[in-house]
């Protein structure tokens, strides 16, 4: 039976595929007193070489499409699974308890996990982590359910999870991942907002697509009206099929400008950047259009590995990043960790409210070994092309003034030691926290521009969680409460001669775009797949009518009255 799941559209899209869940198993044991310890010795040694076999097949795949330092972590496994000093121990449980194979590898293997993680040494710390992994592989072949691995799919599928943490969304393979639908999360979740960029169509928060989706039933994501359908019948799937003709025609129609500039009707120029995680985005900015980068999320640099990236090794990705711009500005935003940004190495403390805790310019100011390194690859690449440096989550006057002076410290150091460093580097802030946006004239004079973080900047001045799907009606973009904040920053920039930019998703909203037009925003950043839709949009507006349009609504009372207006004026 066709049922259907509503929920945040977070990717704009349609994707029809089968579904793939992205599901941890239930991998608990039990202690069980067995007959025949022979047969168990041979089930259990099954299970190794099955996994053994598995191991290698995902090795040589990941060398092939991931490279050879991706690999070198199942080399990792492949040893465990191989090593006597773990198994001799497991199969001795075995035979003199005649124990159950399950328990036998579980016990045996938590105390080597314990024993190593308690040892201070980071190298013995990651075998800890192997040992748990290879654990889980065997035992999810002793008791007969799959271990989902969807970086090594061969086939176009739709992921369902509870949820998909940034990682896991930068670990999807654009190929064959078509869309995904998750039970949690909001639409400026960063795994929303990697799907976006990675222009794989996704529904988020429909609360129950891992209890309502079997693996392989047919499943269309629809990213423009936030639905999910499940095993749709043939006329749906032929509607859809038609509604995603369409939109792709649609894209070919807004393709033709993507070597214009972006100007509104009458005359007034504003900039269209993209918002990027890793050099790699660099493609779809390039073939959106993208003037410039206005958000380079780096702490993406900082995942999906088990130790930080060395000096070297940001330096590369940002010089990339600038070269690949040729000239065009690039806003590079210093570590921006926590929230549902977690860097398992850093071994912080769990924190009653991440979002509101030990994260971002706070960590940097306070572990500034990090931010340093981070700097030095900064200053190092900023010869190479047109870079602006930008602070996240600051709150206070104080803390950029404290950035400031490490950024100075650390061009003084690399000066002295003969390294070419750019002349002008503009400094600025991303404006996500209250404080700083009710402070904005006064930040003006120090800082040489403001980037609008709207998606931080919603969530705290409305007090509304932005990962959680069940307030997500307060994630309000135009409550004339965010536009007056918008309204006194953009201001406040422009009144001491500085720019203001917006990275937040607000940027590439289409509702937003014709009031942020009128407020006066210089500079437009988002997703680099929004860019030509937004510079059509954009062309066929008039800035003076819409600068009217945005002062009057500022006197509205709600987030859709203000809805209402913009969507009268501009249809008109
Ligand atoms: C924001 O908060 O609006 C922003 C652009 O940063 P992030 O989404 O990475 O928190
Ligand atoms: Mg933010």
């Given at each position: 039976m066709s049922t259907i799941l509503k929920g945040?559209?977070?990717?704009?899209g349609i994707a029809i595929a089968k579904a793939y869940r992205l599901i941890e198993p239930d991998l608990s044991v039990e202690k069980k007193t067995i007959e025949s310890t022979g047969d168990e010795l041979a089930r259990f040694k099954q299970a190794v070489e099955v996994s053994k076999t598995e191991l290698q097949a995902i090795r040589d795949r990941a060398e092939k499409e991931l490279g050879a330092d991706k690999a070198a972590i199942f080399d990792a496994h492949l040893l465990v699974v191989s090593d006597p000093e773990l198994l001799g121990p497991i199969e001795d449980k075995i035979s003199s308890e005649s124990i159950n194979a399950e328990f036998a590898l579980k016990e045996t293997a938590d105390m080597f996990v314990t024993m190593f993680e308690q040892m201070d040494n980071e190298y013995m710390k990651e075998r800890a982590s192997d040992i748990r992994d290879v654990t889980k592989r065997v035992l999810s072949h002793l008791l007969g359910v799959q271990i989902p691995n969807p970086?090594?799919?061969q086939e176009e599928v739709i992921i369902i999870a509870e949820d998909l943490t940034p990682s896991d969304t930068a670990q999807l393979n654009r190929q064959f991942v078509k869309g995904f639908t998750t039970d949690i999360g909001g639409r400026t979740s960063h795994s929303a907002i990697m799907a976006r960029s990675m222009e794989i169509p996704a529904v988020v928060g429909t609360k129950e697509a891992t209890a309502s989706i079997n693996n392989g039933d047919l499943v269309i994501v629809d990213g423009i009206n936030g639905e999910v359908h499940i095993n749709p019948t043939p006329e749906v799937v032929e509607n859809y099929k038609k509604e995603f003709h369409a939109y792709n025609e649609q894209k070919a129609e807004w393709a033709k400008?993507?070597?214009?500039k972006s100007v509104s009707r009458d005359g007034h120029h504003v900039e269209l950047a993209a918002n990027i995680?890793?050099?790699?985005d660099l493609e779809g900015v390039i073939n959106n259009g993208g003037?410039?980068?206005?958000?380079?999320?780096?702490e993406f640099l900082y995942m999906g590995r088990d130790q930080l990236p060395t000096e070297d090794e940001q330096f590369e990705a940002y010089k990339a990043v600038l070269e690949g711009m040729n000239g065009n500005p690039v806003v590079v935003r210093t570590l921006d960790i926590g929230g549902d940004k977690e860097?398992?190495?850093?071994e912080l403390p769990k924190e009653m409210n991440p979002f509101l805790g030990y994260r971002a310019i706070r960590l940097c100011l306070e572990e500034q070994d990090i931010f340093r390194t981070q700097l030095r690859a900064l200053l190092r690449a900023s010869q190479y092309g047109n870079l602006k440096i930008m602070f996240p989550m600051i709150a206070t006057l104080g803390e950029f003034r404290q950035a400031k002076a490490i950024l100075e410290e650390e061009k003084q150091k690399l000066v002295s030691e003969g390294m070419k460093v750019a002349d002008k580097i503009e400094l600025g802030i991303m404006v996500e926290i209250p404080s700083t946006a009710v402070m904005a004239d006064t930040f003006a004079k120090e800082v040489d521009f403001f980037s609008i973080g709207t998606n931080d900047l919603i969530q705290y001045t409305m007090a509304?969680?932005?990962?959680?799907?069940?307030?997500?009606?307060?994630?309000?973009?135009?409550n004339p409460a965010i536009l007056r904040l918008v309204k006194m920053v953009i201001d406040a920039a422009h009144k001491e001669g500085k720019w203001a930019g917006m990275c937040g998703e607000m940027a590439g909203d289409e509702i937003a775009i014709p009031l942020l037009l009128g407020l006066g925003l210089d500079e437009f950043s988002m997703s680099a797949t929004s860019i030509l839709r937004a510079r059509s949009l954009i062309s066929k507006l008039s800035k003076a009518e819409m600068e009217e349009l945005a002062l009057s609504v500022l006197?509205?009372?709600t987030n859709d009255a203000v809805k209402e207006a913009v969507e009268k004026a501009v249809n008109k």
């Open positions: 945040i559209a977070a990717s704009n970086s090594m799919v400008l993507v070597n214009e995680g890793t050099p790699k003037e410039g980068v206005g958000l380079y999320r780096t860097l398992p190495y850093l509304a969680d932005r990962m959680n799907e069940r307030i997500s009606y307060l994630y309000q973009p135009y006197d509205l009372d």
